[in-house]
């Protein structure tokens, strides 16, 4: 086990570099699709408020819409009907499902944001490790070891570039998420009031 653990720290961090190159794929493919998901989601969840708001609502086919704003309005439409009262509580219960929909995959953008620079940082780490080593092998002079920390730190920097963008994603992602399921929640509030 001794001699697994030696290999690995002398190996430098070329792979982990590899490995923050698949974090980096993954992030990416993770950013396009949930961008181009809440997108639809955002447009649906504008004309139906636009809708509502120019008191057209009457004439709203909510089947028409695709989007978490839709479903739950329509499952508003139900409850008004029943003539139930509009509860807060009852509606995060509602929005639930749809908040976990809207918000699917954006914990691989948190995660990445987080742990990236933290796997750079390992791979400095293991270079550094590779690099003094390397000095003790050969004998030779500090240049050994610059080289190979220059090397070394390139991990750090791979592992910040991956991080950024995961975070600044993952930031405004939720920011869409919260907009849609509040914007939501007020149409649902200004249809019962206006009701009354």
Same mark, same amino acid.
């Given at each position: 086990?001794?001699?697994?653990?030696?290999?690995?720290?002398? %190996?430098?961090?070329?792979?982990?570099?590899?490995?923050?190159?698949?974090?980096?794929?993954?992030?990416?493919?993770?950013?396009?699709?949930?961008?181009?998901?809440?997108?639809?989601? $955002?447009?649906?969840?504008?004309?139906?408020?636009?809708?509502?708001?120019?008191?057209? $609502?009457?004439?709203?086919?909510?089947?028409?819409?695709?989007?978490? !704003?839709?479903?739950?309005?329509?499952?508003?439409?139900?409850?008004? %009907?029943?003539?139930?009262?509009?509860?807060?509580?009852?509606?995060?219960?509602? =929005?639930?499902?749809?908040?976990?929909?809207?918000?699917?995959?954006?914990?691989?953008?948190?995660?990445?944001?987080?742990?990236?620079?933290?796997?750079?940082?390992? #791979?400095?780490?293991? #270079?550094?490790?590779?690099?003094?080593?390397?000095? %003790?092998?050969? #004998?030779?002079?500090?240049?050994? &070891?610059?080289?190979?920390? !220059?090397?070394?730190? &390139?991990?750090?920097?791979?592992?910040?570039?991956?991080?950024?963008?995961? &975070?600044?994603?993952?930031?405004?992602?939720?920011?869409?998420?919260?907009?849609?399921?509040?914007?939501?929640? =007020?149409?649902?509030?200004?249809?019962?009031?206006?009701?009354?």
């Amino acid at each position: 086990m001794l001699a697994i653990l030696k290999a690995l720290a002398f %190996s430098g961090g070329d792979w982990i570099i590899w490995a923050l190159l698949l974090c980096s794929i993954v992030a990416v493919a993770v950013i396009i699709e949930r961008g181009l998901f809440l997108k639809k989601e $955002e447009a649906a969840f504008l004309a139906l408020r636009k809708l509502i708001l120019t008191g057209a $609502e009457g004439k709203i086919n909510l089947s028409e819409f695709d989007g978490a !704003s839709s479903r739950l309005l329509a499952e508003e439409m139900t409850e008004r %009907s029943r003539k139930k009262p509009f509860n807060n509580d009852i509606f995060a219960a509602k =929005s639930w499902p749809e908040k976990n929909l809207l918000e699917q995959r954006l914990l691989i953008l948190g995660t990445l944001g987080s742990n990236a620079p933290f796997i750079g940082l390992l #791979g400095t780490v293991l #270079g550094v490790i590779k690099a003094f080593h390397d000095l %003790s092998q050969s #004998g030779a002079g500090p240049e050994v &070891v610059m080289k190979g920390l !220059s090397e070394a730190l &390139v991990t750090t920097a791979i592992g910040l570039f991956v991080a950024i963008p995961c &975070v600044i994603a993952y930031n405004y992602f939720q920011d869409k998420v919260q907009k849609i399921l509040s914007g939501t929640e =007020s149409l649902i509030v200004f249809l019962r009031y206006r009701s009354e």
